[in-house]
């Protein structure tokens, strides 16, 4: 049993490079491996952990640009020495000399294998969790707030595409010509987005003509709210606001029944009307900086996750929708970006703070007129920055929001199907959330109609050309998935249910691609803290490795005469629960809104000495569960 609880992230690094230089010994060889290993060892003395979080990332990004064949490779850019006469790095130029010319340019046969390995030493740790600083967070502060000056632009530019409408709808001609929208919309004429706008409605209109905004299913969602409230707090109403209740009636859509009411309707004058705001948060994205995420008020989250929940249902089934735009399965959009690889028929697109530059005034344009009063009743009109600042907000619901996805999509899908040339265009565009798959050809005509309507696109991360092609977390080369795994989680060496369940999972990705001896290190590691783990071999249901030094008689084991199996003790990860009783009639609403008639048949908790399958509702109006919140307990499995 090894008993060094730590691990170094450099030594990991250097794990990885001894499991490249294993499989790929023919030109990554002994020497190669020794030199690589001392510059390594040497930026990380000088440059500490940033050289793994966010040197070797920025030449990750700069490699897939290069990638896709619109621009060559030019490391000296990104603080790497180049090779004599070349403008490829030194560091990992073995692989890199298989997949780029000496100019940067890519290969007629790249190898896509050489691209999997250097990816993967590059993005390994591109996304962990280490804190930010204060210069990082107000970047994205104000980011967030400069957006929002943007969309003054470009609602100018819808002001007067629904002018035009407007007008042509009682005038039957175009008031206006190309030269008074040309400034705004980067070129494109007043015909061109007049025509791409009617039709965006027109199918907008089509999707939800059978859509009623009062037929939705309340209830909360499971994050942060501005307001405060948290478990069953959020039943107990103290603030509804007059916005909500003027489209959703309190009695019809804040109480659990007709006796709720009459029980309580004195109580009701102490429920204020106040219009709260949003709340800014930052959550952990990757090593340039966190994300920013705006809290609901309860009230406003209580509506919009109904909306939301009606807005999936109807979309995922609706003729016009149904293959193109996905809210719960990332597969087909996965799956375009590998077949755009390997073909080349297909683009993946890339939009930047696109959940941000949505505005309030371009749903309003483009969806139909009988939804507007359900999406504004639902909508924040403000948020509050971290610094105590009030902003107005421009942009329909910033991400936080439950409606912030599916309007962010349709808007998406209505403008690129209202725009596609063809038949076979229009069917082969797949939208998940801003995660975009489009036909080559139409490529580069669907990034300028998006940026024309206010979206911007990050053209450094879209893939229009080349073998290179990422959509939906899949990173695609030629046909092979090259997406590296990416740690997350910093380790600890105190035994930490994330880091337990994490790097169990980190370990056996890594094995999966072969880097055995990585694999080795962090098992090595995991086995110092918490002990043996048991292996996939055991067919437990707990977090297992692909393969483990501990054998079945490490473990505590015992037979089940029910199941007639053995069983043995070993670590799970569970949340706990508390115990919170109501008023009878919150605890019904609660029933009403989460309560599901799917029971099924799982392990039952440990009684009277045995473990029987026994029903357990998965579901209790009393009991909730702490999220973000985890512990490791023993169980018999």
């Not at 169990?504 to 880097?515: E, G, M, S």
Request: glycine share 6%; with cysteine; hydrophobic share 40%.
């Amino acid at each position: 049993m090894v008993t060094n609880k730590s691990l170094d992230e450099l030594v990991v690094i250097e794990h990885l490079l001894y499991d490249a230089h294993v499989s790929w010994s023919s030109y990554f060889n002994a020497r190669a491996l020794r030199l690589t290993l001392e510059k390594v060892r040497q930026r990380v003395r000088f440059e500490g952990l940033s050289f793994l979080t966010k040197t070797l990332p920025r030449l990750g990004k700069c490699l897939d640009q290069a990638l896709t064949g619109v621009i060559p490779l030019t490391a000296a850019n990104h603080g790497f020495d180049t090779m004599v006469d070349s403008e490829l790095p030194r560091f990992l130029g073995e692989f890199f000399s298989r997949i780029f010319q000496q100019d940067g340019a890519l290969l007629l046969e790249p190898d896509a294998q050489c691209v999997k390995v250097v990816r993967q030493v590059l993005y390994l740790f591109y996304k962990y969790e280490l804190p930010y600083t204060e210069t990082q967070e107000q970047t994205v502060i104000d980011s967030f707030k400069k957006t929002e000056d943007d969309l003054i632009h470009s609602d100018a530019t819808l002001a007067l595409l629904r002018d035009v409408l407007d007008e042509s709808y009682r005038t039957r001609r175009s008031p206006l010509t190309a030269e008074d929208l040309k400034d705004l919309t980067g070129g494109l004429s007043t015909k061109i987005l007049v025509r791409i706008t009617r039709e965006a409605k027109i199918l907008l209109a089509k999707v939800f003509s059978s859509f009623d905004g009062y037929n939705i299913h309340p209830r909360h969602g499971p994050g942060v709210v501005s307001t405060g409230e948290r478990l069953s707090a959020k039943y107990v109403w103290k603030n509804v606001s007059h916005r909500i209740t003027e489209v959703y009636p309190f009695d019809a859509y804040f109480c659990a029944s007709n006796g709720h009411v009459c029980d309580t309707y004195n109580s009701f004058d102490a429920i204020s009307s106040t219009d709260h705001s949003a709340k800014v948060i930052l959550v952990p994205k990757d090593s340039r900086g966190p994300r920013l995420i705006s809290c609901e008020p309860v009230d406003f989250q209580w509506i919009q996750q109904g909306l939301r929940k009606a807005i999936y249902e109807l979309v995922e089934g609706h003729v016009l929708t149904k293959y193109n735009v996905f809210f719960t399965d990332q597969g087909p959009n996965q799956r375009g970006a590998l077949l755009g690889s390997s073909t080349g028929r297909y683009a993946t697109l890339d939009l930047k703070e696109s959940s941000d530059r949505v505005s309030l005034d371009l749903v309003h344009l483009l969806f139909p007129s009988h939804l507007h009063r359900f999406l504004d009743a639902s909508r924040s009109v403000s948020t509050v920055l971290p610094n105590g600042e009030k902003l107005m907000l421009r942009k329909f619901a910033p991400m936080g929001s439950a409606l912030c996805f599916p309007i962010m999509a349709l808007t998406i899908w209505a403008l690129l199907t209202a725009s596609a040339p063809d038949e076979d265009t229009r069917e082969s565009i797949l939208v998940y959330g801003d995660d975009v798959v489009v036909p080559t050809a139409f490529a580069e005509s669907a990034m300028a109609i998006l940026e024309a309507f206010g979206l911007k696109i990050n053209r450094a991360k879209s893939c229009t050309q080349g073998p290179f092609k990422e959509s939906c977390g899949t990173d695609a080369f030629k046909g092979i998935n090259v997406t590296p795994v990416r740690l997350r989680t910093v380790w600890e060496s105190t035994p930490r249910p994330n880091v337990y369940t994490s790097w169990i999972a980190y370990a056996n990705q890594l094995f999966d691609r072969r880097c055995y001896s990585t694999y080795n290190y962090i098992v090595s590691g995991l086995e110092a803290i918490f002990g043996p783990i048991p292996d996939e071999g055991m067919n437990l249901s707990c977090p297992s490795l692909r393969v483990s030094s501990a054998s079945k008689t490490s473990f505590k084991r015992k037979q089940d005469r029910d199941l007639q199996k053995v069983l043995y003790r070993v670590r799970v990860e569970e949340s706990p629960s508390v115990t919170q009783v109501l008023d009878g009639w919150q605890m019904l609403l609660r029933y009403f809104s989460e309560a599901t008639s799917d029971i099924p048949l799982r392990p039952g908790e440990h009684r009277d000495g045995h473990d029987r399958f026994i029903p357990i509702e998965p579901f209790a109006v009393s009991r909730y569960t702490k999220r973000h919140t985890s512990m490791l307990v023993w169980r018999w499995r």
